[in-house]
């Protein structure tokens, strides 16, 4: 019985105690090296794969050596039982995860993942390694969009499937996560667009009818996209100038409250409202093609539906509004979340106010400076 380390360079399992490998490899001080266990088992040999922790090749060892001491079973390693697709059908299925509103983006994500990997690779072999040539291979292909996959979409995917195999190791379901210390690249997708109101002002211009209100909302009020194309009259109350968003409307499933503002409000009530009520906007979907030619048009560059967003929370920060009451209508649960949407220009640093306490307890600095004695006196 003894611990077993495998070469990065040609994959040969050496004794831990050998310093070089045959093929000339230094595996003492190679990096991410694979560890196994070598064990005798009723007269047969056998090799179980561990994974990079040398720690967890001493404990499943001293484990197989107690259970053989004391005529016990040995329990094979579980993350040599179960495969990548298996794992994944595993996790989707778990009812916590049925309920997540956002259960389709998370499938999507653990079959980016696993589909280049191999849905029958199992677990055991999963090496954080496979993980850095997905990274790699995924930031060069294009998405849907046609443009790269952006790092924080990359990040998504492998924070997604890191997820799945650490609730595995909660449920038993595996021994360990093998890449539990992998780390996220580096992200630089916070937006720095805000609109002036001449450019906002050009952008309503050139919008279609289609999509005019929607933008106009978006540009006003706090709210995310979905929440706009799914407006309801009975969600709007003229009476308290306020929309009110029930919990299944919500990205956090929380009730939200939002102020109209009176040229959304003012909008809202030339509108033609049905008996019935119902949907405000005819169409749920976005007319992607449409807001882009009103962008081209107004010479916004690369300005998003999303940055629209920005602007609203951006400007009530302007208007002197509250923390605190800006990320209640923004549906915002955390300050690093709300930070990425207020952009501070260099028109607010312009206006920085000064405070000199010198100035107000012992005169004016000027007169400090006259009666400071010069060098030399």
Same mark, same amino acid.
């Given at each position: 019985m003894g611990i077993l380390v495998e070469?990065?360079?040609? %994959?040969?399992?050496?004794?831990? !105690?050998?310093?070089?490998?045959?093929?000339? %490899?230094?595996?003492? %001080?190679?990096?991410?090296?694979?560890?196994?266990?070598?064990i005798y088992y009723y007269g047969r040999r056998r090799r179980e794969r561990i994974g990079h922790s040398k720690l967890a090749a001493e404990n499943r060892l001293r484990e197989v050596q107690t259970a053989k001491a004391e005529g016990r079973y040995v329990r094979k390693n579980k993350n040599a039982d179960i495969t990548l697709g298996e794992l994944?059908?595993?996790?989707?299925? #778990?009812?916590?995860?049925?309920? !997540?509103?956002?259960?389709?983006?998370?499938?999507?994500?653990? !079959? +980016?993942?696993?589909?280049?990997?191999?849905?029958?690779?199992?677990?055991?072999?999963?090496?954080? @390694?496979?993980?850095?040539?997905?990274?790699?291979?995924?930031?060069?292909?294009?998405?849907?969009? @046609?443009?790269p996959a952006k790092p924080s979409t990359v990040n998504r995917d492998v924070a997604n499937f890191k997820a799945m195999l650490n609730r595995a190791v909660e449920f038993s379901v595996i021994e360990y996560n093998p890449i539990k210390k992998i780390r996220q690249l580096e992200e630089n997708?916070?937006?720095e667009r805000i609109l002036t109101s001449e450019e906002f002002k050009r952008l309503i211009q050139n919008c279609a009818e289609a999509i005019r209100?929607?933008?106009?909302?978006?540009?006003?009020?706090?709210?995310?996209?979905?929440?706009?194309? +799914?407006l309801k009259w009975e969600e709007i109350d003229f009476k308290f100038s306020l929309i009110r968003l029930g919990g299944d409307r919500t990205k956090n499933k929380k009730v939200r409250s939002i102020p109209l503002h009176p040229k959304v409000a003012a909008y809202l009530k030339k509108l033609p409202r049905p008996i019935k009520g119902g949907f405000i906007f005819s169409s749920r979907r976005w007319r992607r093609k449409s807001y882009k030619k009103a962008v081209k048009?107004?010479? #916004? @560059?690369?300005?998003?539906?999303?940055?629209?967003?920005?602007?609203?929370?951006? +400007?009530?920060?302007?208007?002197g509004?509250?923390?605190?009451?800006? !990320?209640?209508?923004?549906?915002? %649960?955390t300050d690093i979340a709300f930070s990425r949407y207020n952009l501070v220009t260099e028109d607010e640093m312009m206006g920085m106010k000064w405070y000199d306490s010198a100035d107000s307890e012992s005169g004016t600095m000027d007169t400090y400076m006259d009666t400071k004695p010069k060098i030399g006196e």
């Open positions: 070469c990065p360079s040609c %994959k040969r399992r050496n004794s831990i !105690k050998i310093q070089h490998c045959k093929c000339g %490899k230094n595996i003492r %001080k190679a990096a991410c090296k694979c560890y196994w266990i070598d994944s059908d595993w996790y989707l299925g #778990l009812s916590e995860v049925k309920e !997540k509103r956002s259960n389709k983006d998370i499938a999507i994500c653990l !079959k +980016n993942v696993i589909s280049r990997i191999g849905e029958k690779q199992i677990a055991l072999q999963l090496t954080m @390694g496979q993980i850095e040539q997905f990274r790699q291979r995924r930031l060069s292909e294009k998405t849907p969009t @046609g443009r997708n916070v937006r209100g929607q933008v106009l909302i978006a540009y006003y009020l706090p709210m995310r996209r979905a929440e706009i194309l +799914n048009a107004s010479e #916004l @560059g690369n300005f998003t539906f999303h940055d629209l967003r920005h602007c609203a929370i951006n +400007n009530l920060r302007l208007a509004n509250d923390q605190y009451m800006i !990320k209640q209508a923004s549906g915002h %649960k």
